[in-house]
């Protein structure tokens, strides 16, 4: 594990980013509810689409746990419309084209697909607390298990 991975405990990097209508979203704005933050490498792409229609099929049950969803990835942001209505996505899309944020949460990095490496976004997901830490990570989450692993923290944290 790299040292310059985030933990549990750590303040959450800002982020302040457009959303598929060009609208600018921060961090900030989610403060007073949890937030589950995933980055994902290219919209429209097979891992991507199943990571995102697990979460728009399991956005009610986020929500009655009070969580709220944003996905990162380095998509303009006409990309990221077109990925939405196309899977009637109803959670935020966040385009981070410089890869900023991406860098900021520690999610670059090199990869191996089909045996070719590359360098690029690693598929992760964040949940964030109501005043902005990190109450866990999941570093190269498989595309399915983005929403089991996230509300199934947060049920533990009830008890």
């Given amino acids: 594990m ?7 405990g750590d303040k ?15 961090l900030k704005d989610f403060a007073g509810s949890k937030l ?10 097979p891992g991507c689409t199943t990571q995102a229609c697990s ?11 009070g969580v709220a969803v944003v996905g990162i990835s380095p998509d303009q942001p006409a990309a990221l419309k077109k990925f939405a209505e196309k899977y009637s996505l109803n959670f935020l899309l966040l385009a981070d084209p410089d890869k900023k944020a991406a860098a ?8 191996t697909m089909f045996g070719k490496k590359s360098f690029g976004i690693i598929r992760s997901s964040f949940l964030v607390s109501e005043d902005g ?3 866990q990570t999941w570093y190269k989450v498989k595309p ?10 947060v049920k533990g944290l009830e008890h």
């Fill in 144 to 153: 399915e298990q983005t929403v089991p692993l996230a509300v199934e923290f």
């Fill in 133 to 135: 830490r990190i109450l």
């Fill in 12 to 26: 959450a990097p800002a982020f302040d980013l457009q959303d598929k209508d060009g609208k600018p979203v921060a």
């Fill in 2 to 8: 790299k040292k310059s991975e985030l933990m549990a």
């Fill in 104 to 111: 900021d949460y520690c999610v670059l990095g090199e990869k």
């Fill in 55 to 65: 979460i728009r099929d399991a956005f009610a049950d986020l929500k009655a746990l």
């Fill in 36 to 45: 589950l933050v995933y980055f994902y490498p290219k919209a429209s792409t």
